[in-house]
């Protein structure tokens, strides 16, 4: 199994671009907004069925390898459902996708 490598900078502008969508201002604040929100309270968003499995899988931190080992499908159709869910639901990235589904994003910029 290969081990999943990821730079310490990648990792601090990745958790400041979470916090910075999630309006928390520390690591700890964020964590607790994202387990304090409801999957139950998720807008109304567009996934075929699907497109939901992989969005799933996204939110656990799964690489579009990892999809698709688990889904048993192609890395390009793991893309494809990217695509569709971002198109679908009118979002740039999936971390506002995400926020989206935790009811975090009004769609304004800070």
């Known amino acids: 199994m290969k081990k999943l490598f990821i730079s310490k900078w990648t990792l601090e502008k990745s958790l400041?671009?979470?916090?910075k969508t999630l309006g928390a201002s520390s690591t700890l604040e964020m964590l607790h907004i994202l387990r304090t929100v409801s999957e139950n309270a998720a807008p109304a968003?567009?996934?075929?069925?699907?497109?939901?499995e992989v969005f799933m899988l996204i939110k656990e931190g799964l690489t579009n390898k990892r999809i698709s080992e688990r889904l048993g499908?192609?890395?390009s159709g793991v893309k494809r459902h990217k695509?569709?869910?971002?198109?679908?639901?009118k979002c740039a990235t999936m971390l506002e996708l995400i926020a989206k589904y935790h009811g975090m994003y009004?769609?304004?910029?800070?």
């Open 16 to 19: 400041y671009m979470i916090r």
């Open 45 to 52: 968003l567009r996934f075929s069925p699907r497109g939901k």
């Open 73 to 75: 499908m192609g890395v």
């Open 83 to 89: 695509e569709k869910m971002l198109l679908q639901n």
């Open 106 to 110: 009004d769609g304004e910029e800070a």
